[in-house]
């Protein structure tokens, strides 16, 4: 019986951020398959307050919310730093992966999800969000310097995820005209081998997001 359990869901951006987590700290692990319409007893188990997935469960013990069990693998296991020792560039990293996932993937899906003037709009305010990010990444490797860190392994939906729902959606957003530097970190994260290790195939991703997403595109 595995010591680490990660339930979750292939596709989800979430759970990925669980799973590259993970193997960075070289930690065996066993995945278990959710099917969101059939929420497992486990799950709901485990995770009564919100019922979502990504849950982590360590020797019987649950965690839940991706961005907290980063902190709880990063504090748990030994091996390559997530976060930051130094407590300001600890606290930055917190910042813009709250920024993350409170700010941009909620304008992003409603760009996507949206229509006509209501989508012109919200599109407005992603590239606005993004330019932040574009500033921040300016002269980095990556958002945690040389190294993947929190903010890198967070922004795996906008820097995988993002690209192929915009397309099926047909929508523009990221161009290397708007963010130079944002576009250099995306091709930067995404050719990195230990990223493409950890992210779906394009083509398996792809087929499970276009009815998701594509008919939006013929009412825009």
């Known amino acids: 019986m595995a010591e680490v359990k990660l339930f979750g869901v292939w596709a989800s951006a979430f759970s990925k951020r669980i799973e590259m987590a993970l193997k960075l700290k070289g930690v065996e692990y066993e995945f278990i398959e959710e099917d969101l319409k059939n929420k497992s007893p486990l799950l709901l188990k485990y995770n009564p307050v919100h019922k979502k997935i990504p849950v982590l469960v360590h020797n019987g013990k649950p965690i839940a919310e991706s961005l907290v069990i980063l902190e709880y693998i990063d504090e748990t296991w030994e091996g390559p730093a997530i976060l930051p020792k130094d407590p300001h ?25 949206s229509t006509g003037e209501e989508r012109e709009k919200a599109k407005e305010e992603v590239i606005e969000l993004l330019g932040f990010l574009d500033n921040e990444i300016k002269g980095k490797k990556f958002f945690g310097g040389d190294n993947i860190g929190l903010v890198d392994i967070a922004g795996n939906f906008i ?62």
Do not use: M
């Not at 130079?180 to 394009?202: M, Q």
């Open 159 to 220: 820097g995988y995820w993002l690209g192929i729902i915009t397309k099926l959606v047909g929508i523009e957003i990221v161009t290397e005209e708007r963010f130079p530097n944002f576009c250099r970190w995306i091709n930067e994260y995404n050719n990195c081998s230990f990223v493409k290790e950890n992210l779906p195939p394009k083509d398996k991703l792809i087929a499970f997001l276009k009815p998701r997403f594509e008919v939006l595109n013929t009412s825009k």
């Open 89 to 113: 560039e600890r606290a930055q990293a917190h910042f813009w992966a709250k920024f993350l996932d409170e700010k941009c993937l909620p304008a992003i899906l409603k760009a996507c999800k």
